[in-house]
């Protein structure tokens, strides 16, 4: 069982950053990919990045590419979601993920993720 804790959210203007972090405990808490979701108010959650394993590749929504940069440092167990350039767009709760085992693809999809953390609000204003 791995336990996901998110942290970072908060209110910002359009154009400022935020930075997410995620820390994992539990058995195999840094063993596999992991990535980050996001909610709207009446919206699905959608897929917004994930890292591999050995953190080598990540991949990004066409929506945040350009602007969000995912990394994991393992030494510290944590999982980053750097936001740049934010608009009212990416208002949303984010959620971060684990997997439970190695598949290697389908990084969007959230069926392949087994663990969940409990969200962090990020609300962007204009």
């Known amino acids: 069982q791995v336990q996901l804790t998110e942290s970072g959210g908060g209110s910002v203007q359009a154009g400022g950053s935020l930075r997410l972090a995620c820390v994992a405990s539990?058995?195999?808490?840094?063993?596999?990919?992991k990535g980050w979701f996001r909610q709207a108010p009446g919206k699905e959650r959608e897929f917004v990045s994930a890292i591999t394993s050995s953190g080598r590749n990540t991949y990004y929504a066409d929506s945040v590419k350009g602007r969000f940069a995912i990394s994991r440092d393992d030494a510290l167990s944590t999982l980053y979601l750097q936001m740049n350039n934010l608009t009212t767009e990416d208002t949303a709760a984010y959620y971060c993920?684990?997997?439970?085992?190695?598949?290697?693809?389908?990084?969007?999809?959230?069926?392949?993720?087994?663990?969940w953390g409990q969200g962090t609000q990020v609300t962007v204003s204009s």
């Open positions: 539990g058995h195999n808490a840094n063993t596999y990919a």
């Open positions: 993920a684990s997997r439970s085992r190695h598949q290697g693809s389908s990084y969007d999809d959230p069926s392949t993720y087994a663990y």
